[in-house]
């Protein structure tokens, strides 16, 4: 089987047969969820703890779902952020959660880093929700298996990215997995919200968001991330929208068949007109969503079936010695 991964921390360390691999496992999910008893064994036995250090909605229950359908034992739990140094908690948390001998750990965290963090500390396997500005994998792969379900392929396809790049993990992880299949990359937006370096990341960089979505098969509009934001970032919301959001008028600048994703939740009205966002036509934004469970499965399937491997083994080893 072509995924190594003990972790999914990131779609950094994947490679192209990796992401393929897990693109075609959740091919074979969404045909499960789409009948009407959605039932496999995959995780049968096993435990699962989804560790939210920020509020989220659907990708948290899109994993509980994903988990339970697979017949783990899901078990969710919200952390208030205090105003305790968040490294201990963290720690803290983490050591604490081990002990309940979890099989697969779901965390989201404010702070760029801290789900690799975790993963140093427990013997489970973690998935990374979604770490400050960093990544988002499963966010990436969901996005992946979309396109490829709405084009055909996942490969020589210009990809318009645009908005609140900066502040954004769903913006770099899906540059990092786009660029790896070896896609075109645009990165579109106003100066202000583009990240330091992006110089460097090997992607086409245009503030005219006319010229960024010129020919474009795939417009991916990201939400202004004003939590992460401390002012001045953008003139008014207004002119935002005037410059920057999606509206019929740039659309059509696209290619005549581009189609319209944004990973929710959406500022209508900020960075997406609101009859666009639910133009079935061109908007995949509800596949996004079926894509994200059918693709949490296979996530989740391809590490436990790696965590008993390695566990396998090492008992067997204990056997011998
Ligand atoms: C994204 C996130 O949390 O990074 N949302 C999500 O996972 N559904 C994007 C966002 O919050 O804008």
Known sequence: MSFRARHLLGVEPLAPDEIVTLLDLAESYVSLNRRTVKHGDALD???????????????????????????????????????????????????????MHPDLLVVRHPESGAVNLLAEKVNCAV????????????????DALTIRRAKGRLHRLTIAICGDIAHSRVA????????????RVRLVGPATLMPSG?????????????????EADVVMMLRLQKERMDGGFIPSEREYYHRWGLDAEKLALAKPDAIVMHPGPMNR????????ADDINRSVIQDQVEMGVAVRMAAMDLL????????????AGDVYV
């Open 45 to 99: 036995g096993l435990t699962q703890i989804n560790l939210f250090f920020e509020a989220s909605t659907r990708t948290q229950s899109s994993f509980e779902l994903a988990g339970k359908r697979l017949g783990a034992d899901v078990m969710n739990m919200a952390v208030a952020q205090s105003s305790v140094k968040k490294g201990e908690t963290l720690i803290d948390t983490a050591l604490t959660l081990n002990a």
């Open 172 to 183: 770099r992880s899906n540059l990092i997995l786009l660029g790896k299949m070896e896609n």
């Open 304 to 315: 436990a079936r790696n965590l008993r491997a390695e566990r396998g083994a090492r008992a």
């Open 127 to 142: 998935i990374n929700a979604g770490d400050g500005r960093h990544e988002h994998p499963t966010q990436a792969l969901l």
């Open 269 to 276: 009205g900020v960075e997406i007109d609101g009859t666009i």
């Open 198 to 214: 992006v110089a460097e990341l090997g992607c086409e960089v245009f503030e005219d968001m006319r010229a960024g979505l010129d």
